[in-house]
């Protein structure tokens, strides 16, 4: 494999304005992602900007960016544009979608999740985290993933994604974490294909992969990484980037 770690970024955030150019400590939330992206060790960091403002700041912070088209539906889109426009030639065989407000990621994540395109079977990979807060069970906005997961397993094929409660029954039930791997072709046939109806049912992307036959396996790991969506989430970014 020959990974390249892509993170889209774009301004328009309802809850944040201006999310990935926020403050944390002297540098920009996005840079703080590109830090752990290349602490990683996996392959080039790259940032799929979605206006000039980010791409100028993640080029003065040494990364490299390119601009793409501010009204891409998604962050797929996004970095396969990104993709296309510095990597012509299909040098790259595995794209890992890294999303831009993680900044006190474990780089060993970014590992993580491409560890399973080894098997030549698996279109894409993602992680999950056993859900232990029991207000997260029934919380829709925490994305459960439906696998024949346990403590046991490291591993195993994402069977269904979705928003309710589920599996039903005794058992673990697993948070998803949006961090992707992709095999480029995978990533290829994906952004090609329009909206699933249960994509559009539950509001959860990965679904089009699932009904249209892509297989997805899904790594267990210990942590669900904090997600930057509110200022009180970027208040506790900071405290964990003081320590």
């Not at 993709?83 to 065989?93: H, I, V, W, Y």
């Not at 999303?99 to 060993?108: M, Y």
């Not at 673990?172 to 109806?197: E, K, N, Q, S, T």
Request: aromatic share 4%; net charge negative; proline share 8%.
């Amino acid at each position: 494999m020959k990974p390249i770690i892509i993170v889209p970024a774009r301004l328009a955030s309802t809850r944040l304005p201006g999310k990935p150019l926020a403050d944390i400590h002297g540098r920009s939330m996005i840079c703080h992602v590109l830090d752990r992206a290349r602490e990683a060790g996996l392959g080039p960091v790259l940032c799929a900007a979605a206006e000039p403002e980010i791409v100028d700041t993640v080029e003065a912070a040494g990364f490299d960016a390119v601009l793409t088209d501010p009204d891409h539906p998604s962050g797929s889109d996004r970095i396969w544009e990104a993709l296309t426009k510095k990597d012509p030639d299909g040098a790259f065989d595995v794209v890992v979608n890294l999303q831009g407000d993680l900044p006190t990621l474990d780089p060993q994540l970014v590992r993580a999740v491409a560890g399973p395109l080894d098997d030549v079977e698996v279109d894409i990979a993602t992680l999950v985290a056993e859900i232990t807060d029991p207000e997260e069970r029934d919380n829709p906005n925490v994305v459960k993933c439906i696998a024949a997961l346990d403590q046991a397993h490291e591993r195993a094929r994402a069977l269904y994604f979705t928003r309710a409660t589920a599996p039903s029954g005794g058992g673990p039930l697993w948070h998803h974490i949006g961090i992707y791997a992709y095999r480029r072709d995978a990533l290829a046939r994906f952004v090609a294909m329009p909206p699933g109806m249960l994509e559009q049912r539950e509001r959860l992307e990965q679904l089009r992969a699932l009904e249209a036959g892509m297989r997805i396996d899904a790594v267990r790991v210990d942590t669900v990484p904090l997600g930057v969506d509110t200022p009180a989430d970027l208040e506790r970014a900071r405290e964990f980037l003081e320590r």
